[in-house]
Each structure stands twice: as structure tokens, then as C-alpha cells.
């Protein structure tokens, strides 16, 4: 059986210690952590030492306390928001202003190859239209009309057809999630 350089268990003082080097308030660790802030409140109001799963993540955080913040999802945010996902993991978030033609875009993943955009971390609008065009069938599909009605869709709109299949294509396991 493999060890790990985790200790066993942690003192109320310093999981309190983390959580303020991350300026974080019992409620935002609760949240991060997946639990309820009375449990933090209690883990850091306890008498003896904090022991369980959560060890190991409070280790990762003393060890590197952009964690969080590399995985916050961005408050600013356009009139819409796309999740590019593989299976059930978020690679990257575009948010869309349409009207304006603007796209932001935050990733989460450092492999290029699971991103939206590749190495592009600021993608135009047309790239960004290139790109959701990409996960809908082509505009020269053989009887586009059938497959537009099938979807009772009235013309080729790309959002529009990702809104109905979730940009899935056959041949991979990206999906797009839609936030208007």
C-alpha cells in the first residue's frame, strides 16, 4: 500500500490559519469544501484535531492557495454562457455578447487539446462563431431542412441546434452546457 506525506489529521488553529490565507469566510471554505459552514465553524471552534477526507485537501491548500481562484468561476460575465464540457468536467467557460460581438473566455484545464479554443485564451467573435459551428452539423448537410425540422428548429442557427443537442458529435465526449 502507497503512503502519502498527508498528515493524519490537522488542529483546529490551522485549518482557521488556511482559510484566512485564502480570505475566505467560514461560509465561502464551506462552500469550496462541498459542506455546510456550521461544519467549519465547528471544525474550527473544536478541541481536538480535524481528521477525515478533508485533510487532504486542506493540504493541497496550505501547499498552493491559488487553487481556489484557479477554479472560480468568473463573476463578470456577458448576456450568455457556454460550458465546453468533456464528460463532467468543465474545460472552459465562454461568456458571449452577441449584440456587442464579444467573447471572453476563462479556462479550466491546461491541456490545449481539451479547450475550446486550443492555445487561443482570447478568441474573436468570428472565431467564436467558427468554433460553435463546429460542434453543429455543416450548413451544406445533405437534406438540411429534415434535419432542421427534426429538431423543430425554423433555420440554421447554430445556438440554436447546440441549445437541442448539446454540441455532442459522435465521435468525442465534449458536450456544451447553454446559461442565458
Known amino acids: 500500500m502507497r503512503k502519502y506525506i498527508i498528515p493524519d489529521s490537522i488542529?483546529?488553529?490551522?485549518?482557521?490559519e488556511i482559510r484566512i490565507k485564502?480570505?475566505?469566510?467560514?461560509?465561502?471554505l464551506a462552500a469550496f469544501?462541498?459542506?455546510?459552514?456550521?461544519?467549519?465553524?465547528?471544525?474550527?471552534?473544536?478541541?481536538?484535531k480535524i481528521s477525515g477526507p478533508v485533510i487532504t485537501l486542506m493540504e493541497?491548500?496550505?501547499?498552493?492557495?491559488?487553487?481556489?481562484?484557479?477554479l472560480a468561476i468568473p463573476d463578470e460575465r456577458y448576456k450568455m454562457r457556454l460550458y465546453y464540457m468533456y464528460r463532467s468536467e468543465?474545460?472552459?467557460i465562454i461568456d458571449i455578447d452577441e449584440?456587442?460581438?464579444?467573447?471572453?473566455?476563462?479556462?479550466?484545464?491546461?491541456?490545449p487539446q481539451m479547450r475550446a479554443f486550443g492555445v487561443n485564451t482570447e478568441p474573436?467573435?468570428?472565431?467564436?462563431?467558427?468554433?460553435?459551428?463546429?460542434?453543429?452539423?455543416?450548413?451544406?448537410?445533405?437534406?438540411?431542412?429534415?434535419?432542421?425540422?427534426?429538431?423543430?428548429?425554423?433555420?440554421?442557427?447554430?445556438?440554436l441546434i447546440i441549445e437541442k443537442t448539446e454540441g455532442r458529435m459522435a465521435e468525442d465526449e465534449f458536450w456544451i452546457k447553454i446559461d442565458r
Do not use: H
Open 22 to 28: 485564502l480570505s475566505m469566510t467560514q461560509s465561502e
Open 124 to 159: 474573436s467573435f468570428e472565431e467564436y462563431e467558427e468554433f460553435i459551428e463546429s460542434r453543429c452539423f455543416p450548413r451544406s448537410r445533405d437534406k438540411l431542412k429534415l434535419e432542421l425540422k427534426r429538431l423543430d428548429i425554423p433555420f440554421y442557427d447554430p445556438i
Open 90 to 92: 468543465v474545460c472552459t
Open 11 to 16: 488542529s483546529p488553529e490551522e485549518l482557521k
Open 99 to 111: 449584440t456587442a460581438r464579444k467573447v471572453k473566455i476563462k479556462n479550466f484545464t491546461d491541456n
Open 33 to 48: 469544501l462541498g459542506c455546510s459552514r456550521p461544519t467549519v465553524e465547528r471544525w474550527e471552534e473544536g478541541k481536538t
Open 60 to 70: 493541497l491548500l496550505k501547499r498552493d492557495l491559488t487553487i481556489p481562484e484557479k
